[in-house]
C-alpha cells in the first residue's frame, strides 16, 4: 500500500503538546509515528525511511496517513508530504 507521509513537531501540534504521545511515551525522531487509530501501537515500515512504531495518533490522520515525528520544525517543513510505499510488520520481522 501507499501511505501519504507528512511529519510534526512538538512546536506544531497546538493545544494537544505536553510533551508526551498518545502512548504515553516521549516521541523521538528516528522512532515515533502519528497515524490513523487502527495502527496504534504497530510497526509501520515506510520505503527509504525505515521501520517506525506508530506511538501516537491524531484525529484528523486517516488509514493511509502518517506524520513523522522529527525534532525540527525546518525539517519537518522541508520534508513536507510525500506518498511512500508502507506495509505493517510485526516487531519479530525487522
Not at 504515553?24 to 525522531?29: D, F, K, R, Y
Not at 487502527?38 to 495518533?57: A, F, M, T
Request: with cysteine.
Amino acid at each position: 500500500m501507499f501511505m501519504s507521509v507528512s511529519a510534526y513537531t512538538l512546536n506544531n501540534c497546538g493545544q494537544w503538546c505536553d510533551g508526551y504521545t498518545a502512548t504515553m511515551t516521549v516521541p523521538q525522531e528516528g522512532r515515533t509515528v502519528a497515524c490513523g487509530k487502527s495502527y496504534r501501537n504497530q510497526h509501520i515500515y515506510l520505503e527509504g525511511i525505515g521501520v517506525r512504531k506508530c506511538e501516537d495518533v491524531g484525529g484528523a490522520i486517516g488509514t493511509h496517513n502518517v506524520d513523522l515525528f522529527m525534532d525540527s520544525r525546518k525539517d519537518a517543513l522541508q520534508w513536507g508530504r510525500r506518498d511512500l510505499r508502507a506495509f505493517i510488520v510485526r516487531e519479530e520481522e525487522w
